[in-house]
């Protein structure tokens, strides 16, 4: 079985530097591209499980009974972080400066939350800046693959002095592939940016109203409405 004339074999085999750097350059892209759509998803697939973990926690017992709860949700999970630093803070108070009154639990655990959903907002969008600018470049990339290609070859038919149909579709088409794998490697990159971005909104705004529904439980000693009000009192549990 003889080899193909054209195709990206062809056009690798006859091109330049320039074209196979293009070429090399979207293929390391490409793997880029899928390692953060397949991490990224999974870590987003596991945020969105430990956020219906915290259905159980008000129904716990005691706050380290709602931890374990939530650790149901994975390792990671940032809901349990979130409950694990809230608790945290609260006994950092309760043991040093709400004795004396320098320091007011409702904005000690507001400034320890915000931090808390800062970094786990940081965590989950990790990566995504370098899928966005995949996903807006390569296009380009591939562009200027098939710009370069279209040169290498009309130089070379300028050369051969043969310019007839067969002669120019061959090198023209071959270099438009460039385009083909330019595309190829961003859509894929923008759907799976779309996607996560939308899916890490959705987990940060329950993270939000986790944290909102935890402040009044270690400020007042019980949950917003309408969550079930079973757990004992903050003091009982620790962190």
């Known amino acids: 079985m003889t080899d193909s004339p054209f195709g990206p074999a062809a056009l690798w085999a006859q091109g330049d530097a320039v074209t196979r750097t293009v070429a090399v350059a ?5 793997l880029v591209s ?3 759509i397949l991490s990224r998803g999974w870590l987003a697939f596991e945020a969105r499980r430990a956020a219906r ?4 926690f008000w129904s716990a017992g005691s706050f380290p009974e709602g931890l374990a709860m939530l650790e149901r949700g994975g390792a990671g999970s ?14 950092h108070v309760s043991s040093t400066s709400r004795a004396s009154g320098r320091v007011d639990l409702g904005d000690w655990m507001t400034e320890c939350l915000r931090g808390s959903i ?3 907002a940081e965590r989950l969008q990790a990566g995504l800046g370098m899928l966005a600018s995949i996903g807006s470049t390569a296009p380009f990339v591939g562009l200027f693959g098939t710009v370069w290609g279209i040169y290498h070859a009309l130089v070379g038919i300028g050369v051969s002095g043969e310019a007839s149909i067969g002669k120019v579709a061959g090198p023209v088409g071959e270099a438009l592939i460039m385009t083909a794998f330019g595309l190829a490697v961003a859509i894929p990159a923008v759907l799976a940016y779309n996607g996560l971005l939308r899916s890490n909104k959705t987990v940060i705004g329950r993270l939000n109203g986790f944290a909102r529904q935890l402040h009044a439980y270690f400020v007042t000693g019980a949950p917003l409405a309408p969550a079930p009000v079973r757990m004992g009192p903050p003091a009982s549990g620790g962190a």
């Open 34 to 36: 899928w390692y953060l």
């Open 26 to 30: 979207l293929f390391a892209m490409s």
């Open 78 to 91: 940032p809901f349990r972080r979130l409950a694990a630093d809230a608790g945290a803070a609260f006994e």
């Open 53 to 56: 973990s915290t259905a159980g």
């Open 118 to 120: 800062d970094d786990a």
